[in-house]
């Protein structure tokens, strides 16, 4: 396992050629031992020395940091305060890299940008190498709820079964299934609805009060039960139908399951349904363009028919939807740069076991907003909702903090 990890490290991933000649150079071994850091290695990036720093380094650092950084960080680097990171036993190089970014801006307008302004290199080195130098902090024991969108979407869908049928399959005609519905679509129908952009009164009322995470994990229940045909009857000449169906299939598919997000899928819907739904578009109720030029040629039967035919097709699940992963799930994902459970043994990345929940939690917002910069991790955030990152924060703050000691050996 050691092994392993030492070997990945050595064909790893960082990119820049100062760490990576170094990296090559020697091995850098890294162990969850705590406390102190050693490092020998020629001309080495200015991170990096913060591995080298003797004691009397980390005694300047010690001193810079009682009297500058412990009001908010806490004198052993455990902060107390809401917002403020923990720094005791975080990585030497990523606390030096991260008090850089914050006087150059990179890092936004914190109260970091006006405590570091001031600050020599000298100083910043010697800083993170004390805080580095400190035992971690303990693990949180917060109990945070866990949020599960497709729990928290089942919950919400409770009172729309009524209508829409057990498991968005309706047993009622004039009432649509819900299954088969990308989720995308499902969303902005509902916040069409909500907004009275599109009219019925029974479904502005069913709406109106729900929040957006609550449609999304509405949607998200919806698109991931089975679906099938709707247990409604359908009334017309489904050859007809299937004939009058050749321009539609160029957006609503062949056999009606739509491919694209945006297009609703038309395969095993009511019929009943169908054909209010072309009328609405004929008649203006619903204003969408394309299908009101679509419907305005269609007489009476043809609705039926069409009607009849999409409803007599199989509905197949919408395309890329898939069940949200679980915290645990994510972190392995996390793991691979972030270290075993959030442990870091790549000097210039952060460990995350143990920090607190609120810093974690708005930090990984930072990165999806694109207040904090940082390709890795923009990336991976961008596909986290705030149910997964609330989870994922909570994760971390419960994981036991290592310290990790690296040693640069010089290779012969
Ligand atoms: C006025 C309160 C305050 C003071 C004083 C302060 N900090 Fe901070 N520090 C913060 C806050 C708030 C954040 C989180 C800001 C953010 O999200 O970018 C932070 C973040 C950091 C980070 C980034 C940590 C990480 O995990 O990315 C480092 C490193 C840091 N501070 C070091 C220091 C050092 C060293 C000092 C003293 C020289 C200091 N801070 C003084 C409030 C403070
Ligand atoms: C009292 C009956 C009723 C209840 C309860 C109800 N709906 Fe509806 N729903 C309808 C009717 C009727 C329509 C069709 C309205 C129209 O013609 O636009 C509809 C349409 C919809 C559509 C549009 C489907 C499409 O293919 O465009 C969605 C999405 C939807 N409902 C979701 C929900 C959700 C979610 C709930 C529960 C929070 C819910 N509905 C509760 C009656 C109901
Ligand atoms: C150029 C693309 C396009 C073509 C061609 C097209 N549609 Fe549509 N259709 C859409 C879009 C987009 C929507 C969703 C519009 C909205 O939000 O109201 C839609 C919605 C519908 C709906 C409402 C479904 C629901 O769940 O509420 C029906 C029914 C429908 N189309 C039938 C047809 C039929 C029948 C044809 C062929 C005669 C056709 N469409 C051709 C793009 C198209
Ligand atoms: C490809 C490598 C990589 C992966 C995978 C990755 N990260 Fe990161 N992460 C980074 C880098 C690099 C940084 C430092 C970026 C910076 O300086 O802002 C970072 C920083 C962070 C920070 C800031 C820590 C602090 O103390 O401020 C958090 C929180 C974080 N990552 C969480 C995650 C989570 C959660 C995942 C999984 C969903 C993840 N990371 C996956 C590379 C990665």
Redesign the pocket.
Known sequence: MEKDRRSRRRTGHLAAPGIRSVLLAACVIAANLGGGAVAQAPKIADELRTLSANSADIADGKRLAQSICAPCHGADGVSQKEGVPHLAGQRAPYLYLELRAYQTGLRGATPMRNTVTALNNEALVKVAAYFASLDPPPSSTANVAVADALKDGEA??A??G???GEAGITKTA???S?VG?DPK??VT??KM?RSGQ???D??TA??AN?ADSA?NN?ALF?ALQKPAPAQSPAAGDRAAGQAAATPCAGCHGDTGASGNPDI?SLAG?DAT?LA??ML?YRQGA?TDETMKGMVAALDEATIKNLSAWYAAQEPKAPVNVRKPLSAEEWAQRCDRCHGTNGNSTDPRLPALAGQRFDYLDAVLKDYRGRMRKNPQMAAMSDVLSDGDIRNLAAYYSRQKAKAVMFIAIPSK
Request: proline residues 6%; aromatic residues 14%.
């Open positions: 919400a869908a009172s729309c009524g209508c829409h004039g009432f649509p819900l519905l679509y499902l129908s509902m609805y599109r009219k019925s029974l479904m069913m709406v729900l449609l509405i919806y609703p819907q349904y209010t739904a609405a619903r």
